[in-house]
């Protein structure tokens, strides 16, 4: 397989994406598929922060440690960095393509989620709320979207 990089993409970069980062580079380094894997935001209001806790908290839960992660925005120069740019939903795809962003795809066309938003857990109420199923549904995408791109049919 040749080297591929990857973008995750949600609106802050403090939930959703870094969970995807993690779980991809987690996979990434297991099966040594040669990846290059980052996250970001389409806003900068958490630029240089750290995940939220209860993102950390779930990937802890699973191996993974996501604690060292920091938020950033995504920049024009990611649209020649990147071959794929995952969004975590339909309103941060658009986002990316008024940006100049094309073959953006959602996180939630793989594993047979038909196209669904990978919910924020940033408003969920508390850690049981959500956060939970959010991290299996990602875990689930990104498998299926690594195991795509390793056999070239993405």
Same mark, same amino acid.
């Given at each position: 397989?040749?080297? +591929?990089?990857?973008?995750?993409?949600?609106?802050?970069?403090?939930?959703?994406?870094?969970?995807? %980062? *993690?779980?991809? +580079? =987690? #996979? $990434?380094?297991?099966?040594?598929?040669?990846? @290059?894997?980052? &996250?970001? *935001?389409?806003?900068?209001? !958490?630029?240089?922060? #750290?995940?939220?806790?209860?993102?950390?908290?779930?990937?802890?839960? !699973?191996?993974?440690?996501?604690?060292?992660?920091?938020?950033?925005?995504?920049?024009?120069?990611?649209?020649?960095? /990147?071959?794929?740019?995952?969004?975590?939903? +339909? &309103?941060?795809?658009?986002?990316?393509?008024?940006?100049? /962003?094309?073959?953006?795809?959602?996180?939630? %066309? /793989?594993?047979?989620?038909?196209?669904?938003?990978?919910?924020?857990?940033?408003?969920?109420? =508390? /850690?049981?709320?959500? #956060?939970?199923?959010?991290?299996?549904? #990602?875990?689930?995408?990104?498998?299926?979207?690594? +195991?795509? @791109?390793? $056999?070239?049919?993405?």
């Amino acid at each position: 397989m040749s080297k +591929k990089n990857i973008l995750f993409v949600c609106l802050g970069n403090i939930c959703r994406s870094p969970l995807a %980062e *993690g779980v991809a +580079k =987690t #996979i $990434n380094q297991k099966q040594d598929l040669g990846l @290059i894997i980052d &996250s970001a *935001g389409t806003s900068a209001w !958490h630029e240089g922060e #750290i995940p939220c806790e209860d993102s950390i908290r779930i990937a802890k839960m !699973h191996g993974i440690d996501i604690s060292k992660f920091r938020a950033r925005q995504v920049q024009m120069k990611d649209r020649t960095i /990147f071959d794929y740019v995952i969004a975590m939903d +339909k &309103s941060n795809k658009e986002n990316l393509e008024k940006m100049g /962003f094309t073959d953006v795809y959602l996180l939630g %066309e /793989f594993a047979n989620y038909d196209c669904k938003d990978v919910p924020d857990p940033y408003f969920f109420e =508390t /850690f049981d709320d959500g #956060i939970k199923s959010v991290y299996i549904m #990602i875990e689930q995408c990104v498998k299926d979207l690594l +195991k795509r @791109i390793n $056999n070239g049919s993405v």
